[in-house]
């Protein structure tokens, strides 16, 4: 399966936001709002200007407007030769339903990076899917950029703040990735291949549907996914299904980001394995290396992790390393 790349921004270059999910802060919701804005911030701080979609805040009960309204909005973005690309303000739990509003023969046209990660999954795999185009799984601009870079170790935000600029302007590979924090290795092994993956429960909702790729153009894939606030038992029950589905038998490699906030599935009173003795029972048919602990998910600064983009990856080593630029 070809990877579909978008052209390099430049400084002055202007980045559409939309909301595809969870709604725009409203009047009642200030300190959200001013995450909204400084999110911004780092963004001009980059060199980049910020436009605002026009269904930006729209609401229909607890998502960013009706389906039709946000699938127009990023349609339009898309349209726009003035928008270089399109960041998620941020995720929530609808994007599922805005897939089928999307114009991917006008996506495939007009490539552009769509940023975001958690719900904008759904984006990612369906642009994947339908048109080949690279998905950029990284920071959202409220949730992250105006939130938890804001919170965090200066050096680790600046690590993510250039990682973030980097990939989005520089027609060089990433090449190794410095680790913010520790990885830990899950199975001893090296594999290269293209990433795909993003959010698990995400990604398990779309299996079976046009949004979702065929087996075969996954073959030799790196997956790589993440969790946050969910019971461990759905770990399990998700990966079981990929397993169901074949994902496992063609991969050559996993990368398990930070698994945040996770709960007890017997709230105490039954034998609880760790995440690590959890995904080995499901994979114990199965040699691939696993490097988990990788700087992606929920609540921190993130590296990028792009889908369609050729990386190797040493579990043993605990080294991720990108072999081709992200733009063009």
């Known amino acids: 399966m070809k990877t579909l790349k978008p052209l390099a921004l430049k400084e002055g270059d202007t980045i559409g936001v939309v909301a595809p999910a969870y ?7 200030p300190e959200y709002y001013q995450s909204y804005l400084k999110g911004i911030s ?16 729209a609401v229909e009960w607890w998502r960013a407007g009706t389906p039709k309204q946000r699938g127009d909005d990023i349609n339009n973005m898309y349209n726009d030769p003035e928008v270089r690309a399109i960041i998620a303000h941020d995720g929530g739990n609808d994007c599922i339903s805005v897939l089928e509003y999307l114009d991917y023969d006008l996506i495939a046209n007009n490539p552009k990076p769509f940023i975001g990660f958690s719900n904008i999954t759904n984006i990612h795999s369906a642009l994947y899917t339908k048109t080949g185009l690279a998905g950029f799984h990284m920071g959202l601009l409220t949730y992250e950029l105006g939130n938890y870079w804001q919170t965090s170790d200066e050096q680790v935000k600046r690590k993510g703040f250039n990682y973030f600029h980097k990939v989005l302007s520089s027609t060089e590979p990433l090449g190794s990735i410095e680790p913010l924090t520790e990885w830990q290795t899950w199975r001893e092994g090296n594999a290269q291949g293209k990433l795909f ?7 398990d909702s779309l299996i079976g549907t046009p949004y ?10 790196i ?4 969790l946050d606030n969910s019971p461990s038992y759905r770990i399990e029950r998700v990966l079981t299904h990929l397993k169901y589905f074949g994902l496992f038998d063609v991969i050559s490699g996993m990368i398990v980001g930070k698994l945040v906030d996770m709960k007890e599935s017997s709230q105490g009173e039954l034998t609880e394995p760790t995440h690590k003795e959890l995904v080995h029972s499901v994979m114990k048919d199965y040699s691939f290396p696993i490097l988990a602990e990788v700087d992606f998910g929920h609540k921190m600064v993130q590296i990028p992790m792009i889908v369609g983009l050729d990386v190797i990856m040493d ?10 630029p992200a733009v063009l």
């Open 23 to 29: 709604p725009f802060p409203s009047s009642t919701q």
């Open 223 to 226: 997956f790589f996914w993440e």
């Open 42 to 57: 780092e963004l001009e701080q980059m060199g980049f200007k910020v436009k605002e979609s026009s269904n930006l805040k």
């Open 315 to 324: 579990a043993t080593s605990k080294k991720l390393e990108y072999l081709e």
């Open 197 to 203: 993956g993003g959010n698990l429960s995400m990604l």
């Open 212 to 221: 979702f790729p065929k087996i075969e153009d996954l073959n030799n894939s």
